[in-house]
């Protein structure tokens, strides 16, 4: 049985290691790199051994029930040690091939997958002791979770080279990954907090989603190699990792049935998709959403990554309530083919428009408003690329039907007074008059 312990860890690695090979757009990691950092990350789990074997220091502190010496083991350690320890092979890879290590997004890759070569170590003993039944929390939850606080070091080591040189940043963003480690592990431990702990858990894992999020974001508006012809593909992100999510249950669910029973194993199943299903979906869909933006820096904030609502949204949450994850969910890849070049676009109504016909159309810029929401300024020809045409704004439809019958994407035709105030980030959708809905066709 330990052989498929470790076969599905690995496979669990593996469903972030694609999504990292598949978000790293400008310029692709070599593979035999990522392997080797992986391996090393998997081996950073005897340096955890190590220290608390021989490391004097360690032994001082020990769980005993109280709140500031539990948080305090917690911090030091678990969370000290263990990201000192999945660090330790992205400092291998920097010094062995620093010229790979050439944009930012890079330093989240490479500590990332370190990371979750760590976690996959993890999940196996966690396997062994506990039974497959843990591994589809395990899966998301505490994977995602070490290659966050992992990540959280990256973006020090980020924010030094690409913004302000203070060797204190990456000081300060260990602590904050030695701490977000911490207080995720110590609701979990702490004996009075033990029953409920995992609640507040999920609550501050659906937080660092947020800001992930945001950190991935920025380390790609801020590569070296950024062009608006190369966008993510939230599509196929969320298709290939949610159907890599869906096998693992099914593992899960055959083993199951093989150790325990047929009807152990519905009840896990039935369980596993409510709770763990939710957090999966929330978490891919997140995690594929990007505003790319040339040389932008977002803040970072705490908040949930979606919102419930009574209307207009992405998935159902239950009767008359509608979830809605943040971010950009148009699929920008389609309209990448068309930045800076010639298309296609035709009016839905025959009846009341402005456009009249189909008029050539060409994207002169991209850009994303206060509420992250992507428009195009497009000129609209009257006859061809020579002749007259008027400045407009064109944006992706978000609700509803987005697509035609033939599968061209519907947008919203808009205008604004002043053109030239565009890159304001104060800008909303509401600042622009709605001229027509109408869908893009390539160039014949």
């Not at 091939?97 to 966690?126: C, H, Q, R, T």
């Not at 505490?142 to 204190?168: C, E, K, M, P, Q």
């Not at 590569?223 to 999510?245: C, D, P």
Request: aromatic content about 18%; proline content about 2%; some cysteine.
């Amino acid at each position: 049985m330990i052989v498929i312990y470790l076969l599905l860890s690995l496979f669990i690695a593996w469903i972030w290691i694609e999504y990292f090979i598949l978000i790293d757009i400008f310029e692709k990691e070599k593979l035999k790199i990522i392997i080797l950092t992986f391996l090393l990350g998997c081996a950073s789990v005897l340096v955890v051994f190590m220290a608390n074997k021989y490391v004097p220091f360690l032994h001082i502190l020990q769980l005993n029930g109280t709140i500031l010496n539990d948080f305090l083991f917690c911090e030091i350690n678990i969370g000290m040690v263990e990201e000192i320890a999945k660090a330790i092979p992205f400092l291998i890879i920097y010094f062995l091939f620093k010229s790979e290590i050439s944009e930012p997004i890079d330093y989240l890759v490479f500590f990332s997958i370190s990371a979750l070569g760590f976690s996959a170590m993890e999940n196996v003993l966690y396997m062994y002791h506990h039974g497959i039944k843990v591994i589809t929390g395990r899966s998301i939850l505490s994977t995602v979770g070490h290659v966050f606080d992992t990540a959280l070091i990256a973006y020090g080591f980020i924010l030094y080279h690409y913004r302000n040189r203070h060797v204190f940043t990456i000081f300060l963003f260990f602590i904050l990954a030695a701490t977000s480690h911490a207080f995720y592990d110590f609701w979990l431990i702490f004996e009075e907090t033990r029953a409920w702990g995992g609640f507040i858990t999920v609550l501050y894992f659906f937080i660092t989603i947020s800001l992930f999020a945001v950190i991935l974001n920025n380390a790609l508006n801020n590569s070296s190699f950024f062009t608006y012809k190369k966008v993510v593909n939230s599509e196929k992100i969320i298709s290939r990792l949610l159907t890599y999510y869906g096998l693992v249950i099914l593992v899960q669910f055959i083993v199951l049935t093989y150790q325990e029973s047929f009807k152990y194993a519905v009840s896990n199943f039935t369980s596993s998709l409510y709770f763990a299903g939710f957090i999966i979906v929330v978490t891919v869909v997140r995690l594929s959403r990007f505003n790319l933006v040339k040389d932008r820096w977002e803040n970072l904030k705490f908040e949930m990554p979606f919102s419930l609502s009574t209307g207009g949204s992405y998935y159902a949450a239950g009767p008359n309530i509608s979830l809605q994850i943040k971010g950009e969910s148009s699929n920008e890849a389609y309209f990448n083919r068309y930045y800076q070049a010639y298309f296609k676009i035709c009016p839905i109504s025959g009846r009341n428009t402005q456009l009249e016909r189909p008029r050539l159309t060409y994207i002169t810029k991209k850009f994303y408003l206060k509420d992250h929401q992507t428009f195009f300024l497009v000129k609209v020809f009257d006859s061809d690329e020579n002749g007259n045409y008027e400045m407009m704004l064109m944006s992706p439809k978000q609700g509803g039907i987005t697509y035609t019958d033939d599968d061209y994407p519907i947008v919203a035709l808009l205008t604004y007074e002043n053109l030239t105030d565009l890159d304001s980030m104060k800008l909303t959708a509401k600042d622009f008059s709605f001229v027509e809905w109408a869908y893009v066709t390539p160039r014949e």
